[in-house]
């Protein structure tokens, strides 16, 4: 509307949405580019979205894209060993794939006149295969910081076939999009790391005569992202339908790794190679029954993983094959103590926030370590053990007068509840 007024009025209203003043307030006066005379009007309401609209845009506008260094797998390597104990051929394995993957990125990029500029390099994902608390996630974030790239996590639990109630595959892209702050170039060539990827198994026997829409069809799905592929992801998420506007995702350069604990799967290797599994009471004898296992899962071939219900297909884009071993006690009480970010670090640095000094006795972090082994949870049972202990603690330390330091030992640890503990800070604790 160039007019400047109502149509039957002959009251002036803004040029873009049309209303009047004394709905949208005073009006910008616009100057004309000769040879036109005619002014344009435009309201405060439709200044201000012109405005949003171009900061939205500066915002999403992308960045150029940091050039990855890429150091040696020893490098990265060592890096690892200050967040993660323990895991060291799984370490080393992890290390060793993520740099062929980034160097593969640089040979697609880069021109090469030599002796294999005919050569093309494969993709090779990656599947971890260990018990919960290990440290499979940690080593994969880990990763993605050491090397500066987009990290975004997805759980395979909530994923269904395409129609389905539940997330599509594509959900994981723009979760990996948002981590990358919208920047697509950056973010086709992050990471991205599915978790309980053994969940999606497909069923064993005739358990029913549906689809196996959250199993097998969840595979089916996954197959062409991890292999490379344009996904279109939807701007704001949630499922597909034809008048969304999508956001197109070049997979081909993202690197995927899958993780779980996949329950069972040592039995089903022990079948294969003529062990069985014979039950363990002690304490001893439970380290032992993990020893076993992890020398089990150190054996599984695509085969076993097939066995298990991953189809064939789906195995064969997660050629890098990596086990974790179940966590001693002794590696327990190294987390709790030796990582940067190590869980006794962090309660002494909250304690210092108030102006007290946190100690653990040695006897008292190695019975943290006991309860938690015995929970079989790995290094997440660490922090509900420390967590049970310190909540009492954390409640009373500032009633205590005066106070510059603070000694947990194995009493206050043993005890069986907060009222215990209560007690034994009243003693004097």
């Known amino acids: 509307m160039n007019g400047n007024s109502g149509a039957s009025t002959g009251e002036r209203v803004c040029d873009m949405c049309g209303k009047p003043a004394k709905i949208v307030g005073p009006f910008i006066e616009l100057s004309p580019r000769p040879p036109k005379t005619e002014r344009h009007l435009i309201c405060g309401v439709c200044l201000q979205m012109g405005l949003t609209t171009i900061q939205n845009n500066q915002k999403k506008a992308p960045a150029a894209l ?19 104990i323990g895991q060291e051929q799984a370490k080393i394995t992890m290390a060793v794939a993520v740099v062929n993957h980034y160097k593969r990125l640089t040979a697609m990029t880069a021109k090469d006149d030599g002796p294999f500029k005919d050569v093309e390099l494969s993709k090779s994902n990656i599947l971890m295969v260990g018990p919960t608390g290990c440290g499979k996630t940690l080593i994969a974030e880990t990763l993605a910081k050491i ?92 499922r597909k339908h034809p008048e969304q506007q999508y956001i197109q995702i070049d997979t081909s350069s993202i690197l995927f790794i899958c993780g779980g604990a996949f329950i069972g799967l040592d039995e089903t290797v022990g079948r294969r190679i003529g062990r069985s599994q014979i039950g363990f009471t002690s304490e001893a004898a439970t380290d032992n029954a993990e020893q076993s296992k992890d020398d089990l899962l150190a054996q599984v071939t695509p085969g076993d993983l097939h066995e298990f219900g991953m189809i064939p297909e789906f195995i064969g884009r997660l050629p890098v094959l990596v086990t974790i071993k179940h966590l001693t006690e002794d590696q327990l009480v190294d987390i709790l103590l030796k990582p940067r970010h190590a869980l006794v670090r962090q309660y002494q640095k909250l304690f210092h926030m108030d102006g007290v000094d946190l100690e653990f006795t040695d006897e008292a972090v190695r019975e943290v370590a006991r309860q938690a082994h015995g929970r079989g949870s790995g290094a997440r049972g660490l922090r509900s053990v420390v967590e049970q202990v310190m909540i009492p603690i954390n409640y009373r330390i500032k009633q205590i007068k005066p106070l510059k330091k603070f000694v947990v030992d194995e009493k206050i640890v043993k005890a069986e509840g907060k009222a215990d503990v209560m007690r034994l800070i009243e003693q004097g604790k």
Do not use: C, W
Not at 169 to 187: C, K, Q, T, Y
Not at 214 to 238: C, D, Y
């Open 147 to 238: 090397l500066q790239v987009p990290f975004a996590v997805g759980d395979a639990t909530s994923l269904t076939q395409a129609g389905y109630v539940g997330e599509d595959v594509e959900s994981l892209l723009l979760r990996l999009l948002m981590e990358a702050d919208g920047d697509i170039a950056a973010a086709q060539r992050g990471i991205i790391y599915i978790d309980e990827i053994d969940k999606i198994a497909a069923s064993r026997g005739n358990v029913s005569i549906t689809r196996d829409v959250g199993g097998e069809g969840v595979q089916q799905s996954l197959l062409k992202m991890l292999e490379g592929t344009v996904a279109n992801v939807p701007q704001g998420g949630g």
């Open 66 to 84: 940091k050039e990855i260094k890429i150091p040696s797998p020893q490098e990265l390597v060592d890096h690892l060993n200050q967040y993660i």
